[in-house]
């Protein structure tokens, strides 16, 4: 898992260690290593805080972490405020790749241990 956010990789570490994600890493953190799936949380906490977001050598280094799946998790509204995020979550739409996710849904939920199936899956 990816995040722009210090405080936000100690609090992910803390919650997902028990259901084997292996490592939480802010983006500055993560160049040069690649993983399978990457989950790139985008949490909005304040607006000096996007900046992180806006910043195109970050965005890049984030969104190509993953080899075969990348999954982008935030508010659209929120990310839709942020460039160049704007003009990909347009592309996404486009393709029909965004899909909202009501708590987490079955789909995603394919993706992650079984351990972290149900924990997810009552929250």
């Not at 890493?25 to 607006?47: E, F, H, P």
């Amino acid at each position: 898992m990816i995040t722009p956010f210090l405080e936000q990789q100690y609090q992910l570490t803390d919650i997902l260690k028990p259901y084997g994600v292996r490592q939480v890493l802010t983006i500055d953190k993560c160049q040069g290593i690649d993983c399978d799936i990457v989950l790139l949380s985008c949490a909005k906490w304040t607006a000096e805080q996007n900046n992180l977001l806006k910043d195109l050598k970050r965005l890049n280094v984030a969104l190509t972490r993953a080899k075969k799946m990348l999954v982008v998790i935030g508010t659209e509204e929120y990310l839709k405020e942020i460039e160049p995020i704007d003009r990909i979550i347009g592309k996404l739409n486009s393709e029909n790749w965004v899909q909202e996710l009501n708590h987490f849904d079955t789909h995603m939920c394919s993706y992650l241990p079984e351990e972290a199936k149900k924990v997810m899956m009552t929250h």
